[in-house]
């Protein structure tokens, strides 16, 4: 294969290693970085769902599709319909990379006990002795993985870090904002992360060239914006806003939610919602708009 053949080649990226050491994290790191993710992907449909995915992006998207697969391999047979698939795919002209995640025995043993579950291997014997059994099932593929992670010391947050680090190559935002305007009279959005009252200012609704209209609308927005209060909130809470998007990139944050309120959702919610997310995007944070109480009044 060319240079050039081997820099379009699709993408495959294969997360397996200790049960209890992070391979759900690193899935989940990966599916916020819009790759294709499988996870419980036994080895023996490995191809065939490449074969497939190639496919339908060839049919239906442009470039190269991205595939992620959580691979749990835990038998001798498993190893070796695995180690025949990658081989396949290498041959198709895909790009596979092999993570494997790892960790202490005292650390796994800390977590399958955290969460009160036996080890997959463990059968009848203690769960040290099904951690030992999979560890000695695995040695040969930990030994050849191209990207092994030792999660031992690890938090989430931490490993969640060290897997985008390692897969890099991304050029979307690292944290999505969705702007939510919504009226207090139907109740605060349950999946809001912050929370705004628009109220303090004056409702348009008793404006009666006004009340028609909505805060997308210019007539209102700039009713809205002009009223006292209204710039110094907008330019303050984007000044709050600054070292809370620091923190939430640091922390792995891919979503946040940030509501904003008034009576009905129709005027003044709408308008500063609209202002806001226009002022938040950047090169690593993208919002997104929208409006849950419009049109319901």
Same mark, same amino acid.
């Given at each position: 294969?060319t240079?050039?053949?081997?820099?379009?080649?699709? /993408?495959?990226? *294969?997360?397996?290693?200790?049960s209890?050491?992070?391979?759900?994290?690193?899935a989940?790191?990966?599916?916020?970085?819009?790759?294709?993710?499988?996870?419980?992907?036994?080895?023996?449909?490995?191809?065939?769902?490449?074969?497939?995915?190639?496919?339908?992006?060839?049919?239906?998207?442009?470039? +190269?599709? %991205?595939?992620?697969?959580?691979?749990?391999?835990?038998?001798?047979?498993f190893f070796?319909?695995?180690? &025949?698939?990658?081989?396949h795919?290498?041959? /198709?002209?895909?790009?596979?990379t092999?993570?494997?995640?790892?960790?202490?025995?005292?650390?796994?043993?800390?977590?399958?006990?955290?969460? #009160?579950?036996? @080890?997959?291997? &463990?059968?009848?014997? #203690?769960?040290?002795?099904g951690?030992?059994?999979? %560890?000695?099932?695995?040695?040969?593929? #930990?030994?050849?993985?191209?990207?092994?992670?030792?999660?031992?010391?690890l938090?989430? @947050? &931490?490993?969640?870090?060290?897997?985008?680090?390692?897969?890099?190559?991304?050029?979307?935002?690292?944290?999505?904002?969705?702007?939510?305007?919504?009226g207090?009279? !139907?109740g605060?959005?349950?999946?809001?992360?912050?929370?705004?009252? +628009?109220?303090?200012?004056?409702?348009?609704?008793?404006?009666?060239?006004l %009340?028609? @209209?909505?805060?997308? /609308?210019?007539? *209102?927005?700039?009713?809205?914006?002009?009223?006292?209060?209204?710039?110094?909130?907008?330019?303050?809470?984007?000044?709050?806003? /600054?070292p809370?998007?620091?923190?939430?990139? #640091?922390?792995? $944050?891919s !979503?946040?939610?940030?509501?904003?309120?008034?009576?009905g959702?129709?005027?003044?919610?709408?308008?500063?919602?609209?202002?806001?997310?226009?002022?938040?995007?950047?090169?690593?944070?993208?919002?997104? *708009?929208?409006? $849950?109480d419009?049109g319901r009044?």
């Amino acid at each position: 294969m060319t240079t050039q053949e081997s820099a379009a080649a699709p /993408e495959l990226i *294969v997360v397996t290693g200790m049960s209890g050491a992070g391979r759900t994290t690193a899935a989940n790191v990966l599916e916020d970085r819009g790759w294709y993710v499988i996870d419980n992907l036994p080895p023996q449909l490995l191809v065939a769902m490449a074969d497939l995915l190639a496919r339908e992006d060839a049919e239906h998207r442009d470039g +190269m599709p %991205r595939l992620a697969a959580v691979v749990d391999v835990r038998s001798r047979e498993f190893f070796t319909d695995f180690r &025949q698939g990658m081989d396949h795919l290498r041959d /198709e002209g895909w790009r596979p990379t092999v993570i494997f995640m790892d960790a202490t025995d005292e650390a796994l043993v800390r977590r399958f006990e955290s969460v #009160r579950r036996p @080890h997959p291997l &463990q059968g009848e014997g #203690r769960l040290l002795d099904g951690i030992q059994a999979e %560890r000695e099932t695995l040695r040969d593929l #930990r030994a050849t993985s191209d990207i092994l992670i030792d999660t031992s010391g690890l938090n989430v @947050h &931490q490993l969640s870090s060290k897997v985008r680090e390692f897969v890099g190559g991304d050029e979307g935002p690292a944290l999505r904002i969705a702007v939510m305007s919504f009226g207090f009279k !139907y109740g605060i959005p349950l999946d809001a992360d912050l929370v705004f009252d +628009m109220r303090f200012l004056p409702n348009p609704f008793w404006n009666p060239q006004l %009340r028609p @209209h909505t805060g997308q /609308e210019a007539i *209102v927005a700039d009713y809205v914006l002009a009223q006292p209060g209204a710039r110094e909130f907008l330019d303050r809470t984007l000044s709050l806003l /600054e070292p809370m998007t620091a923190g939430y990139l #640091r922390e792995g $944050r891919s !979503y946040v939610t940030l509501a904003v309120g008034c009576t009905g959702g129709k005027h003044r919610s709408v308008a500063m919602a609209e202002a806001l997310a226009d002022r938040i995007n950047s090169d690593q944070v993208k919002s997104l *708009v929208v409006h $849950r109480d419009l049109g319901r009044e």
